[in-house]
C-alpha cells in the first residue's frame, strides 16, 4: 500500500519555466513533508520540508506548497536550471523529531531542457 | 564534516548467498536508517538504530537484519539472497537532536546485484 503516491514518473521542462512536481499522500496522521533531490549515484539529498501547520514554505527558488483537505502537496521551482535535472522524491513523517520514520514517494524525473 | 560513506559501492552475488553492508554515519550522528531503492517502488524503509538499538522498523522478511555499533556505523545483513533482494541499498544519518528539525543524509549507496 503505497501511502505516499508520485502519478508522474518523469516531467520535461524548459529551462526558466516552472517546474511543479506533485505528491499525494493516503496517511492523515502525516505531520511533515519534505522533498528530496537525487542525482545518479548519489544518495538522495533535502531540499526543502513543510509542516503540517503552514501551507507554504519557500525557499530561494523553491516552494512547497501543502494542501492538507486534499492531502496533496507541490513543489515549484521557477525558474527551472539544467542543474535541476534530477530524481525528486516527496517524503513524509509523523513529525519532525528524529524518532519517526520517513514515507517516500516513487520519484519523478525532472530533465531541464535547455 | 564527511559525509555519510558506505562500503561497498557496488557488489555481484548469487542466490542464496548472504551480504554484509557497511554505513558510517556524520560525525557526531546518531540516528542510521536504511533504505531499498528500487525501480518503481521509490526508497522503502528497512529499518532504523539509535544507541544500538533498532527503534523502527520497516516491512521487510526477516531475511534483513541490521546492528549498530557503539560509534554509531550500522551494518545490514540479507541472508538467502532472492534475485529480487537486487536494488540500490540507502543509509541515511540525522543527529535527532529533541525538538529540532531533524534532516536525514544519505549516503551514496551500495548497489547490490543478485545473479
Known amino acids: 500500500d503505497q501511502q505516499v503516491k508520485q502519478n508522474s514518473p518523469s516531467l520535461s521542462v524548459q529551462e526558466g519555466r516552472i517546474s511543479i512536481l506533485n505528491c499525494d499522500y493516503t496517511?492523515?496522521?502525516?505531520?511533515?513533508f519534505l522533498w528530496y533531490k537525487k542525482y545518479p549515484a548519489e544518495g538522495p539529498t533535502f531540499l526543502i520540508s513543510?509542516?503540517?501547520?503552514?501551507d507554504k514554505n519557500e525557499d530561494g527558488r523553491f516552494t512547497v506548497f501543502l494542501n492538507k483537505s486534499a492531502k496533496h502537496l507541490s513543489l515549484h521551482i521557477v525558474p527551472s536550471q539544467p542543474g535541476d535535472s534530477a530524481v525528486y522524491f516527496c517524503?513524509?513523517?509523523?513529525?519532525?523529531?528524529?524518532?519517526?520514520?520517513?514515507?517516500f514517494g516513487t520519484g519523478t524525473r525532472l530533465t531541464i531542457i535547455p | 564534516k564527511a559525509g555519510v560513506t558506505q562500503t561497498p559501492r557496488y557488489l555481484i552475488k548469487t542466490r542464496g548467498q548472504q551480504v554484509t553492508l557497511s554505513c558510517s554515519p556524520i560525525?557526531?550522528?546518531?540516528?542510521v536508517s536504511w533504505y531499498q531503492q528500487t525501480p518503481g517502488q521509490g526508497l522503502q524503509f528497512l529499518f532504523e538504530?539509535?544507541?544500538?538499538?533498532?527503534?523502527n522498523k520497516g516491512n521487510f522478511p526477516g531475511r534483513f537484519s541490521g546492528r549498530q555499533f557503539s560509534n554509531s556505523r550500522s551494518e545490514m545483513n540479507v541472508s538467502t539472497l532472492e534475485l529480487g533482494d537486487s536494488a540500490l541499498y540507502l543509509c541515511?544519518?540525522?543527529?535527532?537532536?529533541?525538538?529540532?528539525?531533524?534532516?536525514?543524509?544519505f549516503g551514496p549507496g551500495t548497489r547490490l546485484t543478485v545473479l
Open positions: 541515511a544519518s540525522s543527529a535527532d537532536v529533541p525538538l529540532v528539525v531533524n534532516e536525514q543524509f
Open positions: 496517511n492523515s496522521m502525516f505531520d511533515y
Open positions: 560525525s557526531g550522528h546518531r540516528s
Open positions: 513543510i509542516s503540517s501547520i503552514k
Open positions: 538504530y539509535f544507541s544500538e538499538t533498532q527503534r
Open positions: 517524503a513524509a513523517s509523523g513529525s519532525n523529531f528524529g524518532n519517526e520514520k520517513l514515507t
